[in-house]
């Protein structure tokens, strides 16, 4: 380690003192962070353009400081601020071109912060810099009007310098001042260099030296001390000084009191430092004067018999070691026996080697998710490095390799519902070693490229719930094969614990109508090569089968009009036909104010509020773009509700199918579902007959209204037994991904017990206050989850965090033993309904005082209790 360093030390050096030349200032890159827009300045002290930090960063806000701390003399830049509330690390990125001669370009990278209260909370706060993917150094300031500066020597390895402040829980993070400067063949990018502290010793106008007298623009701060003189040289003179500025040079510091020495002790936990003395005479000597001395570093000699030169820096004397074990730097500079003259020093560099061993993402997988981000306008904090550090990894990634010591790989990529549109991107085929690619859910149209069968590591491809068309490629087709040549113990097994990551190339082709599915397209072929051999007996076939259907069309079509349709029985306002229940499209619109307040989206339209009299109604208005799909369930769930009613259930008021537009008007919940706040359901296994299973039981579908009562709502999944004997019907697999019952997943039987299934879920999610499926990179489940935890574990390590162990521990664990019954692997095992709603009654019981009447009842509250309804009669499939 310690001769890569010092290579690096050396390199530093020649850096810092012969390519400086070739500096052009219009490579400098100036950002007023906060100042917003597209504003620009020129600063009047050096004459440097200041533009705005929009183009560099996609987050954050800006802030103005209070005007008591803009003091004439602070500079413009630090007027504005921009500060990062929400994300836990927020990135500037800047391109940063190699040299044509080294491969590399050093960068001189320096951030500035004053806090200058510009939030008006008086409360300086502490977070981290990093650069690129190591940590850079803390941020802290000692008063409101500190300004703090943190400046490093990077050479970055690739095309992208990466600046991220990075939220520690102790204050938000926030911005004033970003500034690079690149210096023209750089030294090699093993280690970088953190300035600790860059001195003009002795100065005599206590101004700051910057460009353009600094080449570089590096800031040199003035340091006097009472134990000095300050000596300089005769106006007339001049010097040669390379890289540092000539008021910097021209004048020097000697001891003041008699005494021989310079002495400096720095302090500072690092374990290597580097040092640069800058020393040249700045006076003229007569006949007997000699200006000698010897330097010594935490009392090692490091150069003796020293004689500067009159107004010349040929070289900076560098210095490079470890620190003591006090942790600290000493610097003695003395006069030799030989001397007449004190020693002198004009100006000091120290610097901390850091070792920036840099590992990034694979570059042209950066690049490509970059183009993604752009191609599909996604609104994620995607900045920085996407896999490092492995704690700030990008949102819906999983990496290879983010702990080893080559470059991460993309091994992961969720997409899913992120609004994308357009075609497939060519740049998702650049992540050559991802495993799982989900694109479901979203409006991608064209084609699924051939491409993807090239993605070798490939293994779970999710693109249901898009517009795609055309056929599945043979090549794509022919890895689904390959896949599914699994023994089927495996597969069962796969299925059972991860239910939602399992692929099935149909489920891939599901909310796709115009593309052909596995087995489908074939099927196809082969159909038309049979009409078009038996055409001719098809004809006659289809000659009789229309005569037929049209005599029994004339047949039924007297006792269609005879079916009655069933009236509500709510009622819905004086002055409101509460039989009324298909109002017209115009009616709607009037009942919505043409649809002035939207309440939020579903999976097939739009909920609006609305007012039928005084009475508050949703409407929710089918898409006119949603799939057929979507109109099947919309139309299922008018069926259902015009007919089954509970005050456990959202109640149908009306609806509207007029053309394209299609409504149904429902009773309005005040405080909206149960997932915002986080027993109608025993009444459809068991008060409805025959048996109705909702299949998408989540807290979403679950509503409060104002008394904070909750209702079941959304039945356009549900499905009707057709009679009671029935135990189980077969059907194509649907419900929510984390809630979908696993013996329905594998088995496509569907039964009351699937409900069994998802209630428990979200009866787990209300006692832990955690998802069904948790947001982290391996989407762990909630039920495995709680089966990873040690038996011996206690309730208040399972129960909701923010109820602060406030809860009734007997109660919490029969709540946690009737949810699990409920998750059991197979359906056999778990209870019903009506057992369900017993020991939650019990659970109650335990931390609800019972009201007894006169006679000694208990009465526990619950809206399940007094279950009542009415039976129809009729030839309806609905009569209950």
Request: hydrophobic residues 35%; glycine residues 6%.
């Amino acid at each position: 380690m310690g001769e890569r360093f010092l290579f690096a030390v050396i390199q530093l050096s020649f850096t810092l003192t012969v390519i400086v030349h070739a500096q052009d200032p219009t490579d400098f890159i100036s950002i007023d962070c906060g100042l917003g827009g597209k504003q620009t300045y020129v600063d009047k002290a050096t004459g440097l353009n200041y533009t705005s930090d929009d183009k560099f960063i996609d987050t954050g806000k800006s802030h103005s400081i209070s005007p008591e701390y803009k003091a004439k003399s602070l500079e413009k830049q630090f007027w504005n601020v921009r500060s990062f509330p929400v994300e836990n690390r927020n990135c500037y990125s800047f391109n940063a071109p190699s040299s044509a001669d080294t491969g590399f370009t050093q960068y001189i990278v320096r951030a500035r912060f004053m806090y200058g209260n510009y939030d008006g909370k008086n409360s300086t706060p502490i977070f981290d810099i990093y650069l690129g993917n190591n940590k850079w150094d803390s941020v802290e300031f000692e008063n409101a009007s500190t300004i703090v500066t943190k400046e490093i020597l990077y050479t970055p390895i690739s095309e992208y310098i990466h600046v991220c402040l990075c939220n520690i829980h102790r204050g938000t993070p926030f911005i004033s001042v970003l500034e690079l400067r690149p210096i023209i063949n750089g030294s090699n990018p093993d280690a970088s260099y953190e300035l600790f502290a860059r001195f003009d010793i002795s100065s005599q106008d206590g101004k700051i030296a910057r460009y353009p007298e600094d080449p570089l623009d590096r800031i040199w701060t003035p340091y006097n001390s009472i134990d000095w003189t300050t000596i300089s040289a005769p106006l007339e003179a001049s010097g040669e000084y390379d890289s540092v500025p000539s008021r910097v040079m021209r004048t020097a510091a000697t001891p003041a009191n008699g005494s021989d020495s310079i002495y400096f002790k720095f302090s500072y936990n690092a374990s290597v430092y580097y040092l640069n003395l800058y020393l040249a005479e700045v006076q003229k000597h007569g006949p007997n004067q000699t200006r000698e001395f010897n330097i010594f570093i935490d009392g090692v000699l490091k150069y003796s018999n020293f004689q500067p030169q009159f107004l010349k820096t040929p070289y900076p004397l560098d210095s490079y070691n470890y620190t003591n074990s006090y942790g600290t730097l000493d610097v003695l500079i003395k006069r030799t026996n030989r001397s007449t003259l004190p020693p002198i020093l004009n100006a000091i560099e120290m610097y901390i080697v850091r070792d920036t061993s840099q590992r990034e993402t694979n570059k042209r997988e950066y690049d490509a998710l970059k183009n993604i981000k752009s191609t599909y306008n996604i609104k994620r904090n995607w900045q920085g490095d996407p896999c490092l550090p492995k704690d700030y990894m990008w949102e819906g990634l999983n990496c290879s390799n983010v702990e080893g010591s080559g470059n991460p790989r993309i091994t992961s990529l969720n997409l899913s519902s992120s609004g994308l549109s357009g075609k497939i991107t060519s740049d998702i085929f650049t992540l050559e070693s991802i495993e799982y690619l989900d694109l479901s859910n979203n409006n991608l149209i064209g084609e699924v490229s051939d491409v993807l069968s090239r993605l070798n590591s490939l293994k779970v491809l999710k693109l249901e719930g898009n517009h795609l068309s055309g056929t599945i490629p043979p090549k794509l087709l022919d890895r689904w094969e390959k896949a599914m040549n699994f023994s089927v113990d495996v597969i069962t097994y796969f299925l059972l614990t991860l239910p939602w990551k399992s692929l099935s190339m149909n489920e891939s082709c599901r909310g796709n109508p115009n593309l052909c599915c596995p087995g489908s397209c074939n099927k196809e072929i082969h159909k038309v090569v049979i009409i078009i051999i038996i055409v001719a007996s098809l004809v006659g076939a289809f000659l009789v089968f229309a005569a037929i259907a049209f005599w029994i069309f004339k047949r039924r079509q007297p006792a269609a009009k005879s079916l009655k349709k069933p009236s509500l029985e709510l009622t819905v306002g004086k002055g409101i036909d509460s039989n009324k229940q298909q109002f017209s499209y115009e009616e709607v619109k009037s009942i919505t104010s043409n649809f002035g307040r939207e309440l939020g989206k579903g999976g097939f339209g739009t909920v609006f509020l609305g007012y039928i009299g005084k009475t508050q109604v949703a409407v929710k208005m089918l898409s006119p773009s949603s799939h057929s799909h979507w109109y099947l369930q919309f139309q299922a769930e008018a069926e259902l509700l015009t007919t089954v009613h509970h005050k456990c259930l959202t109640a149908l008021i009306g609806y509207c199918d007029d053309g394209t537009n299609v409504a149904l008007i429902y009773e309005y919940m005040a405080n909206g579902d149960l997932a915002d706040h986080l027993s109608g359901l025993e009444y459809l296994h068991n008060g409805c007959k025959p048996p109705i299973v909702h299949r998408d039981i989540k807290p979403q579908n679950i509503l409060l209204n104002e008394n904070m009562r909750a209702k079941l709502g959304d039945f356009g999944l549900s499905r009707i037994f057709s009679n009671e004997t029935d135990t189980h019907i077969s059907t194509v697999i649907a419900g929510t991904f984390g809630y979908l019952d696993p013996e329905y997943y594998l088995s496509n039987k569907l039964n009351e017990k699937s409900d069994i299934y998802s209630f428990g879920i979200v009866l787990l999610e209300i006692l832990t206050g955690r998802p069904a499926i948790f947001k982290n990179e391996e989407r762990d489940h909630i039920t495995h989850w709680l089966d990873s935890m040690a038996v011996d574990r206690e309730i208040n390590d399972i129960v909701d965090s923010r109820l602060h162990g406030e809860f009734d521990i007997d109660s919490a664990r029969k709540f946690l033993d009737t949810a699990m019954a409920c998750v059991a692997s197979t359906s056999i095992d778990r209870p019903t309904m009506s057992q369900v709603l017993m020991e939650l009654k019990q659970c109650m019981g335990m931390v609800i005082t019972p009201v007894v009447d006169a006679y000694g009842n208990i009465d526990i509250p619950s809206c399940m209790i007094d279950v009542s309804f009415e039976m129809i009669s009729g030839q309806s499939s609905l009569a209950r």
